[in-house]
């Protein structure tokens, strides 16, 4: 009495209803866009600390300033560009 192979065959067949390769396929894609979009939060976590910091130390225009600055492009008249002076 040799089971095995009926064995290995019914286990193999139940193991592709589970797992088959267009789901490891899907699943792989998935995991790859969820380390992508961590990745991108980490930069962007990054880059708002660092504007923070800019914030704190005054490292900043007035937004007043750079809508004249814009307002006056094309005039004749037109203003430097404003830099925050720190």
Known sequence: MNDRP????????????LVNPTDLAISATISAE???EEARIV???????????DI?????????VVKAWIDS???GRELPVPYSGR
């Open 6 to 17: 009926v064995l290995a065959d019914g286990l193999h067949m139940h193991y592709n209803r």
């Open 34 to 36: 969820a380390a992508a």
């Open 43 to 53: 930069r962007e976590a990054a880059l708002i600390a660092e504007a923070d910091a």
């Open 56 to 64: 704190a130390a005054g490292r900043f225009v007035e937004s007043s």
């Open 73 to 75: 492009i094309g005039t």
